[in-house]
């Protein structure tokens, strides 16, 4: 079946340490792949996406992702984590069949600890 | 990149009343508009797809008699949660499509309305 799998439903690391959040898709052909986050009681905000192209795609806030297409993964990666990243992180794919509409994954939520 | 806007930012209501949230594309014209629903610690769920000037399409389980989506323009399309009931608390978030419909031109989210029914 068609599903986005973010298999963490949560992870905890030190200020500073880095940071790497899975996301793997299970699509026939590879969909669109986006990486958003949201703060306790807000909308989304958009990470970084990746369309086609370079498979490492930088995205705002020091994040980036990379797009695996052996592995079907486009796993999120800070090299060094801020208490303000603490949030909840979700992958999501528009499936690359018309119609666009968002798939979410279940999301990962980060907790930083000091 | 493109606004959209969603009104209200946040509502408490009665059980039994019905609610209508908006959203607005502020600087370009959506040919669709999609409709998410996140309960609390859940992730995001399509409700339904909207398209200008034509019925909106459900997505499975969601009731289209309860949950009632009006796109009668380019830059609006209105949800209106009819006879809402404690269950129906939850985050709408509305997504907008421009009419170019290219991908780089899909991924536009409002801010979201919260709405508890007490």
């Known amino acids: 079946a068609q599903s986005v799998t973010q298999p963490d439903i949560h992870i905890t690391v030190s200020e500073g340490a880095s940071l790497e959040l899975r996301c793997n898709y299970s699509?026939?052909?590879?969909?669109?792949l986006f990486w958003y986050v949201q703060s306790p009681g807000q909308g989304l905000q958009l990470l970084l996406k990746y369309f086609s192209g370079d498979t490492l795609v930088q995205g705002i806030k020091g994040f980036e992702a990379e797009f695996k297409r052996s592995q079907s993964s486009f796993n999120l990666r800070k090299p060094s984590v801020h208490w303000s990243d603490a949030a909840e992180y979700f992958c999501?794919?528009?499936?690359?069949?018309?119609?666009?509409?968002?798939?979410f994954g279940a999301g990962t939520r980060l907790f930083v600890k000091a | 990149g493109a606004v959209v806007s969603q009104h209200p930012s946040w509502v408490i209501c009665k059980s039994g009343t019905s609610v209508k949230i908006e959203c607005r594309s502020l600087?370009?014209?959506?040919?669709?508009m999609f409709w998410y629903r996140q309960f609390p610690k859940q992730s995001l769920m399509l409700m339904a797809t909207s398209n200008e000037g034509s019925k909106a399409t459900y997505e499975q389980g969601v009731e289209k008699d309860k949950f009632l989506i009006n796109h009668a323009s380019l830059t609006l399309s209105t949800l209106t949660v009819t006879s809402a009931h404690p269950e129906d608390s939850s985050f709408y978030i509305c997504q907008t499509r421009a009419t170019s419909g290219r991908i780089q031109e899909t991924q536009y989210f409002g801010p979201g309305t919260r709405l508890l029914v007490l």
């Open positions: 699509y026939g052909a590879t969909p669109y």
């Open positions: 999501a794919v528009v499936p690359n069949t018309g119609g666009f509409k968002t798939i």
């Open positions: 600087d370009f014209q959506a040919t669709t």
